[in-house]
């Protein structure tokens, strides 16, 4: 089972900050370090979350350089931000930088609050513009040496485009995840490489899971040829007293922790994620919400992952 360390940044980060808790990741063996791509603060008082938002990519390309083994990416970039050229040529970058360790995780954005703030075009029909992009940008990187592509779609256009660069790595990670009953477990099925349900009930994850397979086995796709993850957060502590202070600290009830994420004591969240692989989970993205406290991210490796095979 991999576990992935997920970041919010948006809630508040520096790059240094990020930079901190990347570099720890890396250090205590998690498999990957994700972020979120978002610019603008969730909750009632945006001024709260200082500095303010910090670029996905231009981010990433920094910790690119200043790691050496984990997976980088975003979960997940929305294609309301970037042209889907623009974000070709941005990610195939940033994964020459890292040697090879870059995914892109891309979906259609849902917080219009923060296109409203930074004059991004939010159209009330995104789901085309997904399946335009992925296609584009994986024609992109699949386009061979010396042979342009061309693209002619309702939402973008492509002339003869020299298509490049391209990335390190072949194929290339690309995650599709959410939780639509069909049009997203088809789109899966195309062009992902790993398929990612955020934040479900327990008893949906492999619900969501056998769609795509089933979308897989209409195209004649193997199932077995994606990657099936799951994002929950995490609030671990060693006993209930530290347990309960993380619970505080993200603003979330014990209980309630316990009843949706991987919540409790780390024999508790061994158990859990027992479960999860049992419903057909392979890699698990944990949601550290207070990404200034790394003794955190210290009791996980020690306790939980030290307990998976």
Not at 108 to 122: D, S, V
Not at 195 to 220: L, S
Not at 234 to 254: D, K, M, Q, Y
Not at 274 to 298: C, N, P, S
Request: aromatic share 8%.
């Amino acid at each position: 089972m991999d576990l992935r360390i997920f970041t919010e940044p948006q809630q508040g980060a520096s790059y240094d900050d990020l930079l901190t808790i990347a570099t720890a990741t890396e250090r205590l063996g998690f498999d990957a370090f994700f972020r979120s791509d978002h610019y603008l603060r969730m909750g009632d008082d945006p001024f709260e979350g200082l500095p303010g938002p910090t670029d996905a990519w231009t981010s990433l390309a920094g910790l690119a350089r200043e790691t050496s083994r984990i997976k980088l990416g975003t979960l997940v970039s929305s294609v309301t931000y970037r042209h889907p050229g623009i974000l070709a040529i941005q990610v195939a970058q940033v994964d020459a930088m890292s040697g090879g360790r870059v995914e892109l995780g891309l979906g259609t954005g849902w917080f219009e609050r923060e296109h409203l703030a930074y004059g991004i075009p939010f159209p009330a029909k995104r789901f085309g513009m997904l399946e335009e992009q992925l296609e584009i940008i994986t024609g992109l990187w699949g386009t061979p040496l010396g042979e342009t592509y061309s693209f002619d779609g309702e939402h973008y256009t492509l002339v003869e485009s020299p298509a490049l660069p391209k990335p390190v790595q072949h194929p290339f990670p690309v995650i599709v995840g959410g939780s639509g009953p069909t049009r997203t477990p088809k789109i899966a099925a195309r062009f992902a490489t790993e398929f990612n349900v955020p934040f479900a009930e327990f008893a949906d994850i492999p619900v969501r899971f056998r769609a795509v397979r089933e979308a897989c086995e209409t195209i004649g796709r193997e199932p077995s040829e994606l990657v099936y993850s799951a994002a929950l957060v995490a609030a671990v502590g060693s006993n209930p007293a530290e347990f309960e202070r993380r619970a505080t600290a993200i603003g979330r009830e014990p209980a309630e922790l316990r009843e949706h994420g991987l919540a409790g004591s780390p024999a508790e969240v061994v158990d859990r994620i027992g479960a999860l692989r049992e419903d057909g989970v392979e890699r698990l993205y944990l949601q550290i919400l207070d990404i200034h406290d790394l003794d955190h991210l210290e009791l996980i490796a020690a306790e939980v992952m030290s307990q998976l095979d």
